[in-house]
């Protein structure tokens, strides 16, 4: 009667089929003391951490700083979690509680809420049945119909053979009369053991198609975002609607053909209740009423159980983050030489009790409240046992009518149990409502994106692009990072922009790459909006540097050709590209030459230094220009550089990049010295601008820095500007681009 309670996974995957929530949190909490809110540190661990995250300010080593004892986070484990345990209010709202941490709903909301829910539920079931192919489909709905009508023609065939049977033993009939009914049953019994094992199979395939629909429009949705800021602000649904599949808990899959089972299951309650209903009307629909009510006690308990584990995603998340920290091997070297272990571990411990306390406390709620389901099913029995029984002893029923009835009634009071699929379909339903959260924040972008469409692509030559009074605050954030920048970037130049580490120029490449959008003001391309563009279209127009460059883990030409994938095949291009960014050496050097795989997480693949990958990520984005990009975007390119091979790499990148508008960001000044013009940035704005010499000759910032530089790093001083004249600067080739 009190269904299958199963305990709700941690944050970490589990293997559906072996759930064991509690383990890893668990475990921690006996490996690691619990932490109070005096001593929590929980601050942002990433920019991925949603505004809603904010925890109080703390220091590296785990001590609360200034300001660590403001308003607690919402369920710190510790006293705070013991007094909310201790709180009967809390203890009963934490049970109704809804995802978006509601208590108690009035009838209006959960009216709305149960619409809402049977929309869902209708919408999963479409979903079920909508998957292809169809064969599989049509296979399912049969093998549920067969279980659907079993235990009704089970209660009839087995009420047939008590009844032969008390002919038997009552009247001295044949044996052979009991011969029908039993072969009858042994046909049941055969039907639903091949169906069950084709059943089982079928709906995992079923539902591994669905989940990887979803996984693909998840990905899809999360790419195709016009705006990079989408998977900051988003990171809870994202990571909601990802969590699927075999080793996850959420799998929308599993909801649907979970939804699917639960309506068969209803179905044949509701068709074993219409044959009781042939003896006893009354009796039939009040045992369905009770199962049905016992469901839905049972259910919304431990539904409540998955709620609360819903609503604290942020904090799964955030333990999968130091998990991966603490295992992960990139991370793996910076813990171990720090020695950082014992701190990762608290971190991910806390999380994960942050996580947990809510979840324990919600657990030990529902089974304090068992006492109702218990009732019910009590009831429930004596009513369905009882009437057939007294009817069969005043002689109203024979033995046969009464082993339909009992068995009858069986059925019926099955239902009031919670099957797993109940489970299936709550988890399930967080990652389609995710979905749908993701769907509508790209719609957004859609929307704009659509209302340009066709006049707003970028035209074939080099673009004049500008900057007009652009601002830009990262959601959250108060203050902009960038405050009125005008600025003229013209079509095949090379601009540089400087500044100090923060003043926001890799904010400003996000946006003329289109990645972000301004907050205020717009970038214009050929005095078009760049806010109006097809983002793709003028994304391929692009090859970029960035900073922190992706390393795929695909062979070395791959790593350059994905500069612009639709030229994937072109090796030659690739080993022009290596050559020029100066790793034709280094594609010789590797086991199978350019086909090597670079990834040391491959048996066969080996891992490259952050020079060379470094030269890579410069091939990729000259093999980008090579196929048609015309601006091309260089974020600290020499970071990983060495002296020499810093020197080189300005002469080569000009010589490839011929034509085409190059944006160069660097702190080592003598590497963009040479730069048609040069802007500083600082306080949001663009404060100096011009050519090397005509920077160095207003003395303002940018001279005091290069001169710092060159005094630091023993620069020749033939480059200080009285000697500097000389050198090929934008002005000597177009005086009308030394100003703006
Ligand atoms: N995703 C983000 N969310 C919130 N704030 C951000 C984000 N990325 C950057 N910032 C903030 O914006 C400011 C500018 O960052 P940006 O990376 O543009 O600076 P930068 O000039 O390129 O710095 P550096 O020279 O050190 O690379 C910084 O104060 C940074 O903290």
Not at 6 to 11: M, V
Not at 418 to 430: F, R
Not at 431 to 438: K, N, S, T, W, Y
Request: aromatic share 4%; charged share 25%; proline share 5%.
């Amino acid at each position: 009667m009190s269904g299958h309670p199963r305990p709700d996974p941690p944050p970490e995957h589990t293997p559906r089929a072996t759930p064991a929530p509690d383990r890893t949190a668990r475990a921690d909490a006996t490996d690691e003391p619990v932490v109070g809110p005096g001593t929590c540190d929980t601050a942002p661990l990433t920019d991925a951490a949603p505004a809603t995250d904010a925890a109080p300010a703390t220091d590296s080593a785990g001590a609360s700083a200034p300001g660590a004892d403001r308003a607690p986070r919402e369920a710190e484990p510790g006293d705070r979690t013991a007094r909310r345990f201790r709180s009967p209010k809390v203890r009963q709202g934490v049970v109704a509680a809804n995802t978006d941490g509601k208590t108690h709903p009035g009838p209006t909301r959960r009216l709305a809420g149960a619409a809402r829910l049977a929309a869902e539920r209708t919408r999963l079931l479409r979903m079920a049945l909508g998957a292809r192919p169809i064969s599989l489909t049509a296979a399912l709905v049969a093998s549920h119909t067969l279980t659907m009508l079993w235990p009704t023609v089970n209660a009839l065939a087995t009420g047939w053979l008590a009844a032969e049977a008390a002919a038997v033993l009552g009247h001295g009939a044949s044996l052979a009369s009991v011969g029908w009914p039993l072969a009858v049953l042994g046909a049941l019994l055969l039907a639903d053991e091949v169906s069950v094992a084709f059943r089982d199979s079928i709906q995992r395939l079923v539902a591994g198609r669905l989940d990887g629909e979803t996984l693909r429009e998840t990905r899809r949705l999360v790419l195709r975002a016009a705006d990079a800021t989408l998977p900051l602000t988003e990171a809870d649904d994202i990571s909601r609607a990802s969590d699927i599949g075999p080793t996850a808990r959420r799998s929308p899959g599993a909801a649907a053909v979970g939804q699917l089972t639960l309506t068969f299951r209803l179905l044949s309650a509701v068709v074993a209740t219409a044959l009781l209903a042939r003896f006893f009307p009354v009796t039939a629909v009040l045992l369905l009423a009770a199962s049905l009510t016992a469901r839905a006690v049972v259910r919304r308990q431990w539904m409540g159980l998955a709620a609360v584990s819903n609503a604290r995603e942020a904090e799964a998340r955030r333990t999968r983050y130091w998990s991966e920290i603490s295992a992960g091997r990139a991370a793996g070297k910076e813990v171990r030489l720090f020695a950082l272990g014992g701190f990762v571990v608290r971190r991910r411990t806390r999380e994960a009790l942050a996580w947990a306390s809510d979840v324990w406390l919600t657990r030990r709620t529902v089974l304090s409240r068992q006492w109702i389901t218990i009732l019910l099913a009590l009831s429930s029995a004596a009513l369905g046992m009882g009437v057939p029984g007294l009817a069969a002893l005043h002689g109203e029923l024979s033995t046969g009518e009464l082993v339909t009835c009992l068995v009858a009634v069986t059925v019926v009071f099955r239902i009031s149990s919670m099957g797993m699929e109940a489970y299936d379909i709550t988890h399930g339903l967080e990652a389609v409502r995710a979905l749908d959260a993701l769907r509508a924040a790209a719609a957004v972008g859609d929307t704009a994106q659509s209302a340009a469409e066709g006049k707003a692509r970028p035209g074939p030559a080099p673009a004049d692009i500008r900057f007009e009074g652009v601002r830009f605050r990262y959601p959250g954030a108060r203050q902009p990072v960038l405050d009125g920048i005008d600025l003229r970037i013209r079509a095949g130049e090379t601009l540089a922009i400087v500044g100090d580490s923060g003043a926001g120029k890799t904010t400003l490449i996000k946006l003329l790459t289109g990645l972000y959008t301004p907050t205020s003001g717009r970038v214009t391309v050929d005095g078009a909006d760049l806010a109006g563009f097809d983002a793709e279209a003028w994304r391929r127009r692009i090859g970029v540097v960035f900073q922190e460059f992706n390393r795929y883990p695909l062979s070395l030409a791959d790593n350059v050709a994905l500069g612009a994938p639709e030229h994937r095949q072109d090796l030659d291009g690739v080993d022009r590209a290596l050559r020029r960014a100066d790793a034709a050496d280094l594609a010789d050097s590797l086991p199978a030459g350019r086909a090597t795989r670079l990834s040391s997480e491959f048996r066969d693949g080996v891992d490259l230094s952050g020079g060379q990958w470094q030269r890579l990520a410069i091939a990729r984005a000259l093999f980008a220009i090579d196929h048609g990009r015309d601006l091309l975007v260089l974020d600290e390119p020499t970071a990983h550089l060495d002296v020499t091979s810093e020197a080189e790499f300005h002469d080569r990148i000009t010589a490839a990049a011929r034509g085409t508008t190059v944006v160069l960001i660097s702190h080592r000044l003598s590497t963009i010295r040479r730069a048609d013009r040069i802007v500083r940035i600082a306080d949001g704005r663009v404060v100096e601008e011009g050519g090397h010499d005509a920077l160095m000759a207003a003395d303002g910032g940018y001279a005091r820095l290069f001169r710092l530089q060159a005094a630091r790093f023993g620069a020749d001083r033939a480059t200080l500007p009285a000697q500097g004249r000389g050198a090929t600067t934008g002005q000597d080739r177009d005086p009308a681009r030394s100003t703006p």
